[in-house]
């Protein structure tokens, strides 16, 4: 059975800070992996995909990957009230487009 | 460019009824998948379609099928519905390869 494990959180952030989310998973095979986020009664958001070891940079965010420990994480600079959200930490296998998500870690950040 | 459609966003069923929820993929994908998400885990993956055909298929009974149309849009069917079919229901559109789109999402709530 594959698996990705994440933290459920509360991650509790003031603002300002950085929020630091990490999420592992078991499928040595795994070749892509995805950070989504979703607010409250709305569906997943793609903010960012990373496919070879090491940091990727896009805004407020970085997502870093660590195939050899099978983890991927994702910070989130200067968090804003607006991140306040739920994030998904997804796996996509060797074959095919089929991910597989964890449960996701909720995120609050406090003015 | 219209990303993923679905509809219905909202509805209501009793059990043992039996619900079709529909999908239009984002302009040139031609793979859809479907994800369950039950309130307060990770969406889980139902199955795939590519080319008319089911390609993937997850940890789910027979009591859920789909079809995909020529236009590549796609039909999600629950037969004999059960209370713990109550959750968010989410389309994912892509081309092979490529990154996955996923739609609003269908609100079951099964009574």
């Known amino acids: 059975q594959k698996e990705v494990e994440q933290n459920s959180g509360p991650l509790s952030v003031p603002e300002g800070a950085i929020a630091s989310l990490n999420c592992t998973y078991s499928?040595?095979?795994?070749?892509?992996f995805f950070w989504y986020r979703q607010y409250s009664g709305k569906s997943p958001e793609l903010i960012m995909s990373?496919?070879?070891?090491g940091d990727k940079e896009d805004g407020r965010f970085t997502a870093q990957l660590n195939k050899a420990s099978q983890y991927v994480s994702l910070l989130i600079r200067d968090s804003q009230p607006s991140d306040s959200a739920t994030y998904l930490c997804?796996?996509?296998?060797?074959?095919?487009?089929?991910?597989?998500f964890g449960g996701g870690t909720r995120v609050l950040v406090k003015p | 460019d219209a990303g993923v459609t679905q509809s219905p966003t909202h509805l209501i069923k009793t059990r043992g009824q039996q619900v079709t929820l529909r999908c239009s993929p984002k302009?040139?994908?031609?793979?859809v998948s479907w994800y369950q998400q039950a309130l307060g885990q990770g969406p889980q993956f139902i199955f795939q379609?590519?080319?008319?055909?089911?390609?993937q298929r997850g940890n789910f009974p027979d009591r859920f099928s789909g079809h995909q149309f020529p236009n590549y849009s796609s039909e999600l069917n629950v037969n004999a519905l059960l209370l713990g079919d109550s959750a968010l229901y989410l389309c994912?559109?892509?081309?092979?390869?490529?990154?996955?789109?996923f739609g609003e999402g269908s609100w079951l709530t099964v009574v």
């Open positions: 499928d040595r095979v795994s070749q892509s």
């Open positions: 994912a559109s892509s081309r092979t390869g490529n990154t996955i789109y």
């Open positions: 990373i496919y070879s070891n």
């Open positions: 379609y590519y080319e008319e055909e089911e390609r």
């Open positions: 302009s040139g994908h031609d793979t």
């Open positions: 997804a796996v996509n296998e060797a074959a095919g487009n089929k991910l597989t």
